[in-house]
């Protein structure tokens, strides 16, 4: 038996568990990882930022999240909200391969006889 990866411990346990897991990790990579590569990519190909530079961006971002700015938000919660979106467009075809069970039960289309 192979040992369990980061993934499917990431999708144990119940739905709550699951989904509080993801937002964790994903609202987490809104708050650290994406300013930091927003930085990177702004420094790459606008030139330097107006103020000292990363610890003065990311001053900014917290502070903006204080302030309750939408786009400081948005960037917060943007990683979650994509996730949702592809489960949301792709949940029909995970329903029709198998790996979601139907609505109406196994074996019944829905369809009365």
């Not at 369990?4 to 119940?14: D, I, K, Q, V």
């Not at 590569?37 to 001053?59: D, M, Q």
């Not at 400081?72 to 792709?90: D, E, H, I, K």
């Amino acid at each position: 038996m192979r040992a369990p990866t980061w993934f499917s411990r990431l999708n144990a346990g119940s739905r709550r568990e699951r989904e509080w897991r993801w937002f964790r990790l994903l609202a987490g990579f809104g708050l650290l990882g994406l300013p930091l590569c927003v930085f990177i990519a702004g420094r790459l190909t606008l030139g330097a930022y107006e103020g000292s530079g990363l610890f003065s961006f990311l001053g900014t971002f917290y502070l903006d999240l204080l302030k309750l700015k939408f786009t400081a938000w948005g960037l917060l919660l943007g990683p979650w909200l994509l996730f949702q979106a592809v489960r949301f467009t792709s949940r029909p075809a995970r329903r029709l391969s198998g790996r979601l069970p139907s609505r109406h039960g196994p074996g019944n289309s829905g369809r009365s006889r």
